[in-house]
């Protein structure tokens, strides 16, 4: 991670001007209720080097992140991070198969976000998600794939004799609607 910006607040009254150091505390909820809008980018970058995590989480949280800001996030070491990162828009414009493969094998909570919402990544291609969310072996990941909508049915049927009987009776229920 780069050096992490200093954040001050600035406050003037005429011509005195003082600066005070922010807290990472009064950081994150600065952050958290900062507007989420595109002129936001900027801001939101800066405080994804942040060496607080709690900070990070925050801007993790936002959807107007540019490129270079979930680049910074996606090589977190929270996975607090990584997991919030996971569910937004932002994440889904920029990831790349290999950033989607390793959220995938790296917890099972960043996989079912990335089942959840498998169609929707704009740099990959759904069937090669598709294909590696299938050799899962954890059941929570499973059932986030058979029960997203857009998973094509033949992958929905392959699970309708599944072992674990709610991943089955979702995959029955899925092929009969």
């Known amino acids: 991670m780069s050096e992490s910006p200093t954040f001050k607040l600035s406050v003037t009254s005429g011509k005195k001007t003082i600066?005070?150091?922010?807290?990472?505390?009064?950081?994150?909820s600065?952050?958290?209720?900062?507007?989420?809008?595109?002129?936001s980018a900027t801001l939101f970058e800066l405080a994804a080097?942040?060496?607080?995590?709690?900070?990070?989480?925050?801007?993790?949280?936002k959807e107007n992140l540019s490129e270079a800001t979930v680049e910074i996030l996606k090589q977190d070491s929270s996975i607090n991070v990584l997991r919030c990162l996971a569910r937004t828009e932002s994440f889904r414009k920029y990831a790349h198969?290999?950033?989607?493969?390793?959220?995938?094998?790296?917890?099972?909570?960043?996989?079912q976000s990335v089942a959840s919402y498998f169609e929707s990544y704009e740099q990959v291609e759904p069937s090669?998600?598709?294909?590696?969310?299938?050799?899962?072996?954890?059941?929570?990941?499973?059932?986030?794939?058979?029960?997203n909508y857009?998973?094509?049915?033949?992958?929905?049927?392959?699970?309708?004799n599944y072992a674990d009987p709610h991943i089955a009776g979702e995959a029955k229920a899925r092929m009969s609607s």
Do not use: M, N
């Not at 600065?30 to 002129?39: C, E, G, L, M, V």
């Not at 942040?50 to 900070?55: C, E, G, L």
């Not at 998973?151 to 309708?160: C, G, R």
């Open 49 to 61: 080097s942040h060496t607080s995590s709690y900070v990070r989480e925050q801007v993790a949280y």
């Open 128 to 147: 090669k998600i598709i294909d590696a969310l299938s050799k899962s072996t954890d059941p929570g990941i499973l059932y986030s794939l058979v029960s």
């Open 19 to 28: 600066e005070i150091p922010i807290s990472y505390e009064s950081l994150a």
């Open 97 to 111: 198969l290999e950033d989607v493969l390793r959220f995938v094998s790296l917890d099972p909570e960043l996989a």
């Open 30 to 39: 600065f952050i958290s209720s900062y507007p989420d809008r595109p002129d």
């Open 150 to 160: 857009s998973t094509p049915k033949k992958v929905v049927k392959s699970f309708t």
